[in-house]
């Protein structure tokens, strides 16, 4: 499997706004939902946002309703996730995988290596 790539992490402060992207195959982004999670320190990585690559639907986790957005640039094959308004718990590594999801569980695989967000207070 061809790994996805995330970048667009770094060190913001609170309050502020950051956009993440991942690049992965054409093939990839086409036929399989992708989505993010993170992992803060000392916690189980967790569901950010994903969506459903050929119509685009979007499916939030509810801390990252009205703040984040999750979207797609399907001639360039980058998916992103734009990050406003953002508070010291969002600081984590943030992670771009294809996903299912079954029994309302999300599910991640073929994952990227991760971007770090630091968010300063």
């Known amino acids: 499997q061809v790994q996805p790539v995330e970048s667009g992490g770094g060190l913001v402060q609170v309050g502020g706004s950051l956009r993440l992207s991942c690049t992965a195959s054409g093939r990839s982004f086409e036929s399989n939902a992708m989505g993010w999670f993170r992992q803060a320190p000392e916690k189980e990585r967790e569901f950010v946002a994903a969506l459903w690559w050929s119509d685009g639907a979007p499916y939030y986790e509810d801390f990252a309703k009205g703040r984040f957005t999750i979207s797609r640039d399907a001639a360039k094959n980058i998916l992103f996730l734009d990050m406003n308004n953002l508070k010291p718990e969002d600081t984590a590594v943030y992670y771009c995988?294809?996903?299912?999801?079954?029994?309302?569980?999300?599910?991640?695989?073929?994952w990227g290596q991760g971007t770090r967000v630091t968010v300063s207070s």
């Open positions: 995988a294809r996903v299912s999801v079954s029994r309302g569980i999300w599910a991640g695989d073929n």
